[in-house]
């Protein structure tokens, strides 16, 4: 059974080892110097970040569960603004991420359908995010969900740069 709960304060661990494993099996592989992995998942996804984030009233997150065990979770960022984004009421989809042994399950298209539903019960009117240039997969994905490219941006780690593509979609 999958369901898909409003994240509290009591799942600050979850969230955080969540973080950690998903980002580190989407992204790690592309940052060759492992410590630097390390560096960005402490700085990122650390209990106490985890803490912090879920404390700031703009930050909810959403955790998907199969069969009772948490597999995957969504970011959302309200009241966020992109330069290349028209909109001046939209929020960002920081993240949204599945446990690799669970992606085949298509979980990630019920946990993206949620997480614009919320969006659009608290009102706005449109939706970005950004994903890595080299992750084909995630932008088959966006693509197949009506998000369009409207522009670029870097991401940054460990001072180095990774362009990504900004997408944006009409709720």
Not at 84 to 95: A, D, G, Y
Request: aromatic content about 12%.
């Amino acid at each position: 059974m999958i369901k898909i709960k409003i994240a509290t304060i009591a799942d600050i661990e979850v969230l955080a080892i969540l973080g950690r494993l998903t980002w580190s099996e989407s992204h790690g592989h592309y940052i060759e110097d492992k410590n630097e992995v390390l560096q960005y998942l402490e700085e990122n996804f650390s209990v106490l970040q985890t803490k912090q984030n879920i404390n700031n009233p703009n930050q909810l997150f959403y955790i998907i569960y199969v069969d009772d065990l948490p597999t995957g979770y969504a970011k959302l960022v309200l009241n966020t603004s992109n330069k290349n984004v028209v909109s001046q009421n939209s929020c960002q989809l920081e993240r949204i991420f599945i446990l690799s042994e669970f992606i085949s399950l298509k979980i990630g298209q019920q946990l993206l359908t949620f997480a614009e539903d919320q969006a659009r019960k608290s009102q706005f009117d449109t939706v970005w995010l950004t994903v890595y240039i080299k992750n084909k997969r995630a932008i088959r994905f966006y693509e197949r969900n009506e998000f369009i490219n409207v522009g670029e941006l870097n991401f940054v780690v460990s001072g180095k740069d990774y362009k990504n593509i900004v997408f944006s979609k009409k709720l």
